[in-house]
């Protein structure tokens, strides 16, 4: 059974910084390339960012240099490094393979940015 387990968010002032973590189970993680999405009230889910299995990664426009995905194959952890916070950040962070499983979404971890 496939685990994937958010932690780390919380609320923090805009220009704040936080690090997200996410540790999968049930899958070969060294093996999957890795994504951050996340979904702000009354939008739709979208993706923040991926890591390949070399450790490449990929930032959506709106990252703009602000924030940083890394792995850690060894404690089957991907994190998400997150500065610069703006309010429109504010969302529940997601991570899942890329591209996503539909069946892996887990609880995610909510962050909240306040002005």
């Known amino acids: 059974q496939v685990q994937l387990v958010e932690t780390g968010g919380g609320l923090v002032q805009s220009g704040g910084s936080l690090r997200l973590s996410c540790v999968a189970s049930?899958?070969?993680?060294?093996?999957?390339?890795m994504a951050w999405y996340r979904q702000s009230p009354g939008k739709q889910r979208e993706r923040v960012g991926i890591?390949?299995?070399?450790?490449?990664?990929v930032y959506a426009d709106f990252v703009e240099g602000r924030f940083a995905i890394s792995r850690d194959n060894t404690m089957n952890t991907v994190f998400l490094q997150m500065n610069s916070l703006k309010p429109e950040d504010t969302a529940v962070y997601y991570c899942?393979?890329?591209?996503?499983?539909?069946?892996?979404w887990g609880q995610g971890t909510r962050v909240t940015v306040s002005s």
């Open positions: 890591i390949t299995t070399n450790s490449t990664t």
């Open positions: 899942n393979l890329w591209p996503a499983n539909v069946h892996y």
């Open positions: 049930g899958i070969i993680f060294r093996s999957n390339n």
